[in-house]
């Protein structure tokens, strides 16, 4: 299975993307993270971009906060499919990292979650892995079957203590 690549601009921005990590070893999938910046290591976050997919890359998901450009610059440099997290690490409370996330030009594609969305990026990442193998497919099903069954037994039980 081709791995996904989690990367994010800043050590601080760690807590927001354990959901993220928690999702991918539960599907088993094979990822790496690193800290690169689009601002800080330009060349660093261009270089693993432009290797990619030739080092077994399937997806990159890029989590970034305030001037969020890391998502868009990764995209730039690869044809993979990028997944931007806009994180909240800034006084504006993560809309600054969503409109620096979401608001890509025409012909550079960024598949951008919601803000904090790491658990969805996960999932997603999963999801566009899942088009070529069943086994993966599979287990997002069984995912989804149990969160089915979890909404319906609140349903019930909200109906119980009403
Ligand atoms: C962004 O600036 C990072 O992704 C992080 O969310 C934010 C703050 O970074 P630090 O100053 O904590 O390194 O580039």
Redesign the pocket.
Known sequence: MRKVAVI??????LP?LRPCFEQLKVLEIPFEAHVY????TPDAAADFAKSARENGFGVLIA????????AGALAARTTLPVIGIP?K??TLDGLD?LLSTVQMPSGMPVATVAIDGAANAALLAAQILAVSDEALAGKLADLRAKQTKKVLEKDAALNIEL
Do not use: E, I, Y
Request: no cysteine.
């Open positions: 994010m601009g800043s050590d601080s921005d927001a910046s689009a601002h800080r989590a970034a906060g305030k001037a969020a450009h890391l994180v690490s800034s990292a």
